[in-house]
Protein backbone atom coordinates (compact mmCIF):
# COMPACT_ATOMS: atom_id res chain seq x y z
CA UNK A 1 0.00 0.00 0.00
CA UNK A 2 1.37 3.50 -0.96
CA UNK A 3 0.47 6.40 1.32
CA UNK A 4 0.16 9.17 -1.26
CA UNK A 5 0.26 13.07 0.26
CA UNK A 6 -1.13 15.84 -1.49
CA UNK A 7 0.09 19.50 -1.01
CA UNK A 8 -2.55 21.77 -0.86
CA UNK A 9 -0.91 25.02 -0.16
CA UNK A 10 2.00 25.26 -2.27
CA UNK A 11 3.23 28.43 -1.20
CA UNK A 12 3.02 27.15 2.57
CA UNK A 13 5.60 24.32 1.13
CA UNK A 14 7.96 26.44 -0.22
CA UNK A 15 8.12 29.12 2.48
CA UNK A 16 8.89 25.89 4.64
CA UNK A 17 11.75 24.45 1.60
CA UNK A 18 13.31 27.94 2.08
CA UNK A 19 13.48 28.41 5.71
CA UNK A 20 15.10 25.00 5.49
CA UNK A 21 17.69 25.61 3.31
CA UNK A 22 18.29 29.04 5.43
CA UNK A 23 17.90 27.04 8.53
CA UNK A 24 21.27 24.76 7.01
CA UNK A 25 23.02 27.46 6.29
CA UNK A 26 22.57 29.55 9.01
CA UNK A 27 23.61 26.90 11.12
CA UNK A 28 27.07 26.24 9.20
CA UNK A 29 27.82 29.59 9.41
CA UNK A 30 27.22 29.44 12.82
CA UNK A 31 29.24 26.80 14.05
CA UNK A 32 32.01 27.52 11.39
CA UNK A 33 31.84 31.58 10.42
CA UNK A 34 30.71 33.42 12.62
CA UNK A 35 32.71 34.87 15.63
CA UNK A 36 30.56 35.29 18.43
CA UNK A 37 31.24 38.35 21.03
CA UNK A 38 30.00 35.92 23.63
CA UNK A 39 28.61 32.62 24.62
CA UNK A 40 25.13 34.82 25.37
CA UNK A 41 25.44 35.45 21.34
CA UNK A 42 26.02 32.40 20.24
CA UNK A 43 23.34 30.88 22.99
CA UNK A 44 20.58 33.56 20.97
CA UNK A 45 21.74 32.39 17.47
CA UNK A 46 21.02 28.49 18.37
CA UNK A 47 17.71 29.37 20.02
CA UNK A 48 16.70 31.13 16.76
CA UNK A 49 18.14 27.89 14.98
CA UNK A 50 16.24 25.71 17.22
CA UNK A 51 12.85 27.38 17.31
CA UNK A 52 13.03 27.14 13.89
CA UNK A 53 14.02 24.12 12.69
CA UNK A 54 10.92 22.55 15.46
CA UNK A 55 8.60 24.64 12.96
CA UNK A 56 9.93 23.71 9.32
CA UNK A 57 7.94 20.36 9.96
CA UNK A 58 5.32 22.10 10.89
CA UNK A 59 5.08 24.56 8.06
CA UNK A 60 5.69 21.17 5.94
CA UNK A 61 2.41 19.21 7.54
CA UNK A 62 0.50 22.67 7.32
CA UNK A 63 0.98 22.53 3.72
CA UNK A 64 -1.17 19.12 3.26
CA UNK A 65 -4.23 21.23 4.58
CA UNK A 66 -5.71 24.18 3.59
CA UNK A 67 -4.46 26.20 6.51
CA UNK A 68 -2.77 29.16 4.46
CA UNK A 69 -4.16 32.14 7.11
CA UNK A 70 -2.25 29.53 10.03
CA UNK A 71 0.77 28.52 8.09
CA UNK A 72 1.31 33.01 7.12
CA UNK A 73 0.72 33.76 10.89
CA UNK A 74 3.20 31.29 11.88
CA UNK A 75 5.72 32.21 9.34
CA UNK A 76 5.80 35.99 10.47
CA UNK A 77 6.07 34.62 14.14
CA UNK A 78 9.27 32.80 12.86
CA UNK A 79 10.36 35.91 11.23
CA UNK A 80 9.93 38.00 13.88
CA UNK A 81 10.77 35.68 16.36
CA UNK A 82 14.06 33.57 15.25
CA UNK A 83 15.25 36.43 12.93
CA UNK A 84 15.91 38.93 15.41
CA UNK A 85 17.69 36.73 16.99
CA UNK A 86 20.10 35.86 14.71
CA UNK A 87 20.68 39.36 13.92
CA UNK A 88 21.34 40.00 17.56
CA UNK A 89 23.45 36.61 18.16
CA UNK A 90 25.83 36.91 14.74
CA UNK A 91 25.94 41.20 15.25
CA UNK A 92 25.17 42.46 18.76
CA UNK A 93 22.46 44.77 16.98
CA UNK A 94 19.05 44.50 19.42
CA UNK A 95 15.91 45.14 17.25
CA UNK A 96 13.87 45.96 20.47
CA UNK A 97 10.43 44.35 21.13
CA UNK A 98 9.96 42.72 17.63
CA UNK A 99 11.21 39.35 19.25
CA UNK A 100 8.31 39.09 21.87
CA UNK A 101 5.83 40.25 19.26
CA UNK A 102 7.17 37.54 16.69
CA UNK A 103 7.20 34.47 19.78
CA UNK A 104 3.41 36.05 20.48
CA UNK A 105 2.69 35.99 16.68
CA UNK A 106 4.04 32.16 16.96
CA UNK A 107 1.82 31.40 20.20
CA UNK A 108 -1.44 32.65 18.54
CA UNK A 109 -0.68 30.55 15.53
CA UNK A 110 -0.10 27.38 17.48
CA UNK A 111 -3.78 28.38 19.09
CA UNK A 112 -5.25 28.99 15.63
CA UNK A 113 -4.26 25.70 14.25
CA UNK A 114 -6.06 24.12 17.58
CA UNK A 115 -9.37 25.43 16.79
CA UNK A 116 -8.85 25.11 13.28
CA UNK A 117 -9.75 21.52 13.25
CA UNK A 118 -12.07 19.94 10.91
CA UNK A 119 -15.14 22.13 10.88
CA UNK A 120 -17.93 19.19 9.15
CA UNK A 121 -20.15 17.78 11.87
CA UNK A 122 -19.33 14.15 12.78
CA UNK A 123 -21.84 12.08 10.75
CA UNK A 124 -21.85 8.88 12.94
Known amino acids: MRLVLKISDIV ?3 IAV ?3 FINIVLGTLGAHA ?3 ESGYHKELFNTALLYQSIHI ?3 LFISLFSMRKQG ?5 GLLGFCWPLFLKGATGIGLGPIVPTGGMVLM ?3 IWMLFSGNKEKNSQ
Not at 72 to 76: E, I, K, Q, V
Request: proline share 5%; no cysteine; charged share 10%.
Open 18 to 20: LLG
Open 34 to 36: IKF
Open 57 to 59: PVL
Open 108 to 110: FAW
Open 72 to 76: MAMTG
Open 12 to 14: IFR
